[in-house]
């Protein structure tokens, strides 16, 4: 499946000075994205950063090395392949924990598999009980007899042990097991080839950058060899050195004005440009208000037919309450007929008792 990152954190990126090995020169002018990939292929671990297309970190992570926390927020590893000391500075505490822990982590894988393709390596140079009668093991696959980078040819690393063979055997296990490092060292070509392949386009992207820019140079040189040539021949030409010069001061101070009144200009588009930018603040604004009047008008209008309905309910009110006002007094004027006749009865009647 290739090499696959599968941790990353984000850290300034240094590196020990060469000359003096005591201080520390930054690689990166700003935090840059550090991860951790591991190669299936070849069963390796490193740490690779990247700031732009260059990498500023390409560390194989070995069994031997140790991840020291020198602050709160910095730590530090040593390469003894590229020959320096990496520094990372976090902004936190809690990234420098979790990067130290995934660096011990993968180191103990690293020893592991380190160890497991030595074993590997031991079985397969070791003949068996039944090769007697002149059987050779079976090939062991590139994916069997990869291991980390410490495994292949480094001054400081041991070097895999050497093929053992019984006296009493013929030579055929020694060729095995060279066709079988042949092809561990054909994957590993394969690997740096593939890295290889990498760096090169890189290199190649930035070989274009610096094409481009080299053939921009050379046309501004090109323009400026143009123009001295021009100015030359005018002075050979003229043979009046007064005269170009006081030309070339008018238009150095034609320039001048035109670069004042350019600027002048400019500032006064800065202006239009607010002013157009505040007109359509105005124009927003205007909108805003056109619609809470429109919706204020609407409520009033729903207002004054409420208003409207209110005052015709209170006239026909009023209405019956004089209507009731007028049947209530002619209730009275009944009632008062009818009490004074009553009372006229009474006397009457007080009279036929006194008389009786």
């Not at 709160?72 to 130290?100: C, I, P």
């Not at 894988?109 to 079985?123: F, G, I, N, P, Y």
Request: glycine share 2%; charged share 30%; with cysteine.
């Amino acid at each position: 499946m290739g090499e696959q990152p599968i941790f990353s954190t984000r850290a300034h990126v240094f590196q020990i000075d060469p000359n003096t090995k005591k201080n520390w020169v930054p690689t990166s002018k700003h935090a840059v994205t550090v991860s951790y990939f591991y190669d299936s292929t070849r069963n390796v671990y490193r740490i690779i950063s990247l700031d732009g297309s260059k990498a500023i970190i390409n560390s194989t992570i070995t069994p031997n090395m140790s991840f020291t926390k020198t602050s709160q927020k910095f730590g530090q590893w040593a390469d003894s392949r590229a020959n320096t000391v990496y520094g990372l500075g976090f902004s936190s505490e809690s990234q420098l924990a979790k990067f130290a822990e995934k660096f011990n982590e993968f180191k103990e894988a690293a020893r592991l598999a380190k160890e497991k393709s030595q074993e590997k390596m031991e079985l397969t140079s070791t003949p068996s009980q039944e090769s007697a009668a002149g059987d050779v093991q079976s090939p062991l696959t590139p994916e069997s007899i990869n291991g980390t980078d410490d495994e292949q040819v480094t001054p400081d690393t041991p070097q895999p042990p050497e093929p053992r063979a019984e006296p009493s055997q013929n030579a055929l296990p020694f060729s095995h097991s060279s066709s079988n490092i042949n092809k561990h060292w054909e994957a590993e070509l394969a690997a740096l080839k593939g890295n290889n392949a990498k760096l090169t386009a890189a290199l190649l992207e930035s070989t274009a950058n610096v094409k481009q820019w080299k053939q921009q140079l050379a046309a501004y040189q090109e323009e400026a060899e143009r123009l001295h040539k021009r100015v030359t021949e005018l002075e050979c030409v003229s043979g009046q050195t007064t005269v170009i010069k006081s030309q070339k001061t008018e238009l150095n101070q034609t320039i001048e004005e035109l670069e004042f009144a350019l600027k002048a200009k400019e500032e006064e588009l800065e202006q239009l440009r607010e002013e157009v930018e505040s007109a359509n603040e105005f124009q927003s604004q205007k909108e805003t208000l056109a619609l809470k009047l429109e919706d204020t008008e609407s409520r009033n209008q729903t207002l004054e037919s409420q208003l409207s309905d209110l005052e015709q309910r209170l006239e026909s009110s009023q209405q019956e309450r004089e209507a009731f006002r007028s049947s209530l007094r002619s209730l009275l004027e009944l009632l008062d007929s009818k009490i004074f006749e009553l009372t006229e009865l009474r006397d009457t009647l007080s009279k036929l008792i006194e008389s009786s």
